[in-house]
């Protein structure tokens, strides 16, 4: 299994990885900084799964869920944002992001979202 | 609780409402009685949201469920919420209410203290009250302008003038000259084009001369084709000539007047303070009197 | 003063907490509202000089409303939520539902405006003292905070001249539609209780890295 973590804090990276390995311990994983990096890295690195913050500098998380669907039509991507509102959310969803996720990350949140992607 | 505090509770002029941990009432004042029309007996035990279903909302909830765990405060605006509580008699008017949350803790019993202003007529009253003021400010400045300025020019008049020229004289350090411009052959271009036409001219004139004016310059109309230009801080002959020079020089290019091009110069006299006088009347005359030398000479020699 | 961690670390702490906010306020509102990423510098009163305070943060220098609030014993400081008074009319008049009219002159403020800013004043502040509380494991205790009207340049004369030394400065940009407001969330803090945060804020770090 490999996952794209993108975020522009080297901290919310490194946490969201940590509580992730808890749940996918054997998964291979991978950073960007910010939307651009994602598109660029998505093409070579081909994740099975995309964390996607949303402000980010260069290119935000909604522009970069746009372009990564647009490329890569089968792309899952789940937001992980500290903007909470509602009509964030289902920007975001109708951009076509499987699920959303509220910052700060943890694991009970990370079990709901394996039980989404596994059936 | 103790009879003393509750009486001063139901003389308080604002609503307070006590709710315990699952958010029921237990406490509701007589303040709340008459301007809902409920009374204690018929809403204490019940859900707050049942008596006040404007309350049935997720952020109220929120903030209530962090007042009694939390600790936390709210503020809640009548100019961001509206209001909570309904009034109970016919009513016309927005109702306004501001509302406090906070936690209370009593014999290890938690508890969540609601207060409500209600601020309905306050809001109304300083609107309107703002409003006549906002009026009469507005109606104070048309009167002003009214009475400084010139209603086809917009420049100051001749009052305006008259009194800065007059303060000045008062001040002891005050250096300034007065240009006195009187338009040549304004009368013709009246006779030839009309009177708008020549009213449309001193509007283009005074829209050219108040490029002169800067802190220390006022250009104002005295009346027909007649125009004052005050100078503060002038005094050498240089000075003078070079104002003079930019005066002819403004006004050289023709103006254009509903299609037509119309050329029209200026004669000019000037007075300075204190050397050439020390009253508005003296300064007045010596500048009026020297335009009139100006004006003669250009009519000799036929240029000027 | 903070290392790039640190101040990673603070950063992404305080988005999740204005956001949170963001979303109290929107659902108030009903309208969306768009965030920035907030910028957060810490720095020490002492070593500001005289030019520094003066240039530092703009907005202080104009008129402002600030609503501030003084919390904890232990853990103690001020947090001030500054906000520039050419925007209140704007948010009143959002808040009311009412045309916004520019007024050349600015007439002086109503009780409305006050209490807008109260609210707001008090929505971010809650966020952020709450979040801070439940960072540093302690209930930090304060009040509904204050609005106070600051004349030009008022405030940075009173905010630098205190006695605590440290100051994080938080810069939140948020907008509704089109206009853009600006807040600015300032706290203060004693000596210790920096020391604390940061202590804290390593924590967290040691704890990411293992």
């Keep these: 299994m490999k996952i794209l973590v993108v975020d522009d804090s080297a901290f919310s990276q490194k946490i969201t990885i ?102 | 609780m103790n009879n003393l505090y509750l009486t001063i509770i139901n003389q308080l002029d604002n609503g307070i409402v006590l709710l315990d941990e699952q958010l029921n009432i237990q406490l509701w004042n007589n303040w709340l009685e008459k301007y809902t029309g409920q009374n204690k007996s018929d809403v204490e035990g019940l859900h707050v949201t049942q008596v006040i279903p404007r309350l049935n909302r997720n952020i109220y909830i929120q903030m209530f469920e962090k007042a009694l765990w939390n600790k936390q405060k709210n503020f809640c605006s009548a100019a961001m919420h ?45 609107h309107k009250l703002n409003k006549s003021l906002q009026n009469s400010i507005g109606f104070t400045k048309s009167l002003e302008r009214y009475a400084f300025y010139d209603s086809l020019t917009n420049l100051p008049n001749r009052k305006f003038i008259l009194d800065r020229i007059e303060n000045l004289t008062r001040q002891e350090d005050a250096v300034f000259t007065l240009f006195f411009l009187d338009l040549n052959g304004f009368k013709s271009v009246n006779d030839c084009f009309g009177h708008t036409q020549g009213d449309r001219l001193l509007q283009l004139v005074a829209e050219r001369c108040i490029r002169l004016t800067d802190d220390q310059s006022v250009f104002a109309r005295l009346g027909g084709d007649e125009f004052v230009l005050l100078v503060e801080n002038i005094s050498s002959i240089e000075q003078h000539k070079k104002q003079i020079a930019k005066i002819h020089e403004l006004l050289s290019e023709p103006f254009i007047v509903e299609n037509q091009s119309v050329s029209i110069s200026t004669s000019i006299g000037y007075a300075s303070f204190p050397q050439d006088g020390v009253t508005v009347k003296q300064l007045l005359n010596i500048a009026d009197r020297q335009m009139y030398l100006h004006k003669q000479k250009i009519n000799n020699d036929g240029y000027n | 003063m903070l290392t790039t961690t640190q101040e990673d670390i603070l950063k992404e702490m305080y988005n999740v907490f204005v956001g949170e906010a963001a979303n109290l306020l929107s659902e108030i509102l009903q309208k969306r509202i768009f965030l920035s990423v907030p910028e957060v510098e810490l720095l020490s009163i002492r070593d500001l000089d005289f030019i520094d305070k003066d240039n530092l943060i703009p907005i202080l220098n104009g008129t402002i409303l600030s609503t501030s609030l003084k919390f904890g014993n232990v853990f103690s400081g001020r947090a001030e939520f500054i906000f520039p008074t050419e925007q209140i009319k704007y948010v009143t008049a959002l808040c009311l539902g009412e045309e916004y009219a520019m007024e050349a002159e600015e007439s002086s403020f109503s009780d409305e405006d006050f209490d807008v800013v109260k609210e707001i004043g008090n929505i971010i502040l809650n966020a952020i003292m709450g979040g801070m509380g439940s960072l540093l494991e302690m209930k930090l205790d304060y009040d509904v905070p204050q609005v106070v009207l600051h004349e030009q340049g008022e405030f940075s004369k009173t905010f630098f001249n205190s006695q605590e030394s440290n100051i994080l400065l938080l810069y939140v940009n948020f907008s509704v539609d089109e206009s853009e407001v600006i807040g600015l969330i300032l706290i203060k803090f004693s000596l210790e209780s920096i020391e604390f945060l940061i202590q804290k804020v390593d924590e967290i770090s040691r704890d990411v890295d293992e």
């Design chain 1, 18 to 119: 940590k509580t992730l390995r808890s749940i996918y311990p054997d998964a291979v994983y991978e950073t960007a900084d910010d939307g651009v990096e994602c598109i660029e890295k998505y093409g070579t690195f081909l994740p099975d799964l995309v964390f996607m913050d949303l402000l980010m500098p260069n290119m935000t998380g909604q522009e970069a869920i746009v372009q990564l669907i647009k490329k890569f039509p089968d792309a899952k991507i789940i937001v992980l944002s500290a903007d909470v509102q509602l009509t964030v959310r289902e920007e975001a969803l109708a951009a076509g992001a499987l699920t959303f996720i509220n910052k700060p990350i943890n694991v009970d949140k990370l079990e709901e979202i394996k039980l989404l992607i596994e059936g």
């Design chain 2, 82 to 126: 509206g209001y909570f509580v309904d009034f109970h008699f016919e009513n016309t008017k927005k109702l306004r209410q501001n509302m406090l949350i906070r936690h209370i803790e009593l014999d290890n019993e938690i508890y969540v203290m609601l207060e409500i202003h209600d601020v309905t007529n306050h809001y109304e009253r300083i």
